[in-house]
């Protein structure tokens, strides 16, 4: 009997000892199977479009293909939940994004993830910038003068956003803070109706990101004031930041990055950053995210830890400001 229970010991001793090296050697041969890249927004939506172009080319370079799962819902956080509760192997990833972990933390009472703890951040993949527009009609052509049109009309201009606690919304108010004027938040239900309704005079100005409503500003329906970075740009290089028209200090723009769940192997983050920095470096890469409006924007996997709690920060603050808390 007690020879039996040493030869039980001695072999559940063994498999712990063994499991790990397994682990290690599945970790230094991945990838062996299909990626998940789980997609939080609906088909279509700009995260979706943006981590489709770059789930294509990361196949090619691991050898893998990586399949988009798209669990869209409660913005973006039941995806986002659900890559939190996945196996850390590596082989389930999420497109996040600064709606995702910047935002949705503060605006949520009750949330199913930790944006910070419960996540591998792995690389940002482009950074997207937000652009300060006004219809034609009103009569403004600079941010300062938008400022001091909006200070001879307090409460009488309004603000067009895509909803409540969006990335459109918490631009403005972080914009209207700074400059300390008085406008009036009117939530539409999505960025295309936000757009469309400065363009119909509904609203009379408008801080979303960028790929919405650049093409009305092409076609002259809308005039661009400046974008929400701290620099310029190349997606439309000739509007000038809003820090560099007179108000020092703006910086709003939103982000999408890669991640796993909390507690993947080092070796694994490794080689999908590595993967995904390539990735990047190709010119049909670059220009496919240029036309959605997003900047190529690789980083190493502290660099977008860093990030993520400097915007979580920052857009807290905006949060507060703003008032919204949704259940």
């Known amino acids: 009997m007690i020879s039996r229970c040493i030869d039980a010991a001695c072999s559940l001793t063994l498999a712990a000892l063994t499991l790990p090296a397994i682990a290690q050697d599945a970790a230094r041969d991945f990838p062996v199977k299909a990626i998940r890249l ?41 995806g986002i939940e659900t890559a939190a509760r996945a196996v850390p192997d590596g082989y389930t990833l999420v497109s996040a994004s600064s709606g995702t972990h910047s935002i949705a933390p503060h ?17 940002l993949f482009v950074i997207t910038q937000n652009l300060l527009a006004v219809p034609p009609a009103v009569p403004v052509k600079s941010v300062r003068e938008l400022i001091d049109y909006a200070k001879l009309k307090p409460g ?68 661009a004031l400046a974008v929400g970075g701290a620099q310029r740009s190349p997606v439309a290089p000739e509007i000038p930041t809003v820090a560099e028209s007179g ?4 910086n709003s723009s939103g982000w999408n990055g890669i991640m ?13 950053q590595a993967a995904i920095v390539k990735a990047l470096a190709s010119g049909d890469l670059r220009e496919q995210f240029a036309a959605q409006g997003a900047e190529t924007f690789g980083s190493t996997p502290a660099q977008f830890a860093r990030h993520i709690r400097d915007e979580y920060v920052r857009f807290g603050k905006a949060v507060k400001d703003a008032g919204v808390k949704l259940e």
């Open 107 to 123: 605006v949520y009472s009750k949330l199913g993830y930790d944006a910070i703890k419960d996540f591998t951040p792995v690389s």
């Open 38 to 78: 789980i997609m939080p927004n609906a088909p279509g939506s700009s995260n979706d479009i943006l981590g489709r172009l770059l789930a294509i080319k990361l196949g090619d370079l691991l050898g893998q293909q990586v399949v988009i799962d798209n669990r869209a819902g409660a913005g973006g956080t039941i």
């Open 247 to 250: 108000l020092p200090g703006y």
């Open 260 to 272: 796993g769940p909390a507690g993947m192997p080092q070796i694994v983050v490794d080689k999908l």
């Open 156 to 223: 009488q201009l309004n603000m067009a956003s895509a909803g409540a606690g969006s990335t459109s919304h918490l631009a403005g108010i972080m914009f209207a803070s700074l400059a300390a004027i008085n406008s009036v938040h009117i939530p539409y239900k999505g960025g295309g109706p936000s757009i469309a309704a400065v363009v119909a005079g509904e609203a009379q100005w408008v801080f979303t990101p960028i790929a919405g409503p650049l093409p009305q500003v092409k076609a002259g329906r809308l005039r």
